[in-house]
């Protein structure tokens, strides 16, 4: 099953295929933060590390999603750290920063980044949750679709919950366990093929 490049927009996520040979990118549930001619950027939403938040970043503890540690949002950049953020939606259902102001930069609804030199007491209580990524995945321009052509990718759609999930760990499986058959099966791919 090889998914159209017409998916491909900020806020959908990319499920990689168990067969996918680089480690970097093993049972991973990647997020598309930005996509066009020149490439694509996507952070990656199962890989938390083990330090809190509060230690580089202690003045966003307070809103962080648990587990309310830094992602590892993949292998390019490590010393970059891109906020995503769920934003309070206003009356008429858009975040209050949707305008682009304040350093927020909307993908899909009340969903988006947010410049982290963004005062924090003066954006938190347009926000309900962030999540923080050090580094990200990285595409040149064709890659991505060369990938998806080889079957690496599927390109399927986020729930609210994905990004901010409190648990990381099992998101690869539910992703796969909501789609409908036969990508549903996929969930159950063992670890090791050779263990069937």
């Known amino acids: 099953m090889v998914a159209s490049v017409e998916l491909l927009r900020p806020g959908r996520l990319l499920v990689a295929n168990p067969r996918l040979a680089d480690s970097n990118f093993e049972r991973t549930v990647v ?5 066009g001619e020149e490439g694509a950027l996507g952070l990656i939403l199962n890989r938390p590390s083990d330090m809190a938040v509060s230690s580089p970043l202690p003045q966003w503890a307070h809103i ?23 934003a309070v939606p206003s ?10 102001g304040g350093g927020w930069k909307e ?9 982290l030199d963004s ?12 999540r923080l990524f050090a580094g990200y995945a990285g595409w040149a321009a064709g890659q991505l679709e ?19 999930t409190a648990a990381p760990g099992s998101l690869w499986k539910r992703v796969l366990l909501r789609q409908a058959e036969p990508l549903r099966l996929v969930a159950f791919y063992p670890d090791n093929p050779a263990w069937n």
């Open 31 to 35: 997020m598309l933060v930005a996509y």
């Open 64 to 86: 962080a999603a648990e587990p309310a540690v830094m992602f590892l949002g993949g292998p390019v950049a490590h010393q970059a750290v891109i906020c995503l953020a769920r």
């Open 91 to 100: 009356r008429g259902g858009k975040p209050p920063a949707g305008d682009g």
């Open 107 to 115: 993908l899909d609804g009340d969903l988006g980044t947010l410049d």
């Open 119 to 130: 005062d924090p007491g003066a954006v938190s209580g347009q926000l309900s949750v962030i």
């Open 146 to 164: 060369g990938e998806m052509e080889a079957g690496a990718w599927w390109v399927l759609d986020a729930e609210p919950d994905d990004p901010f």
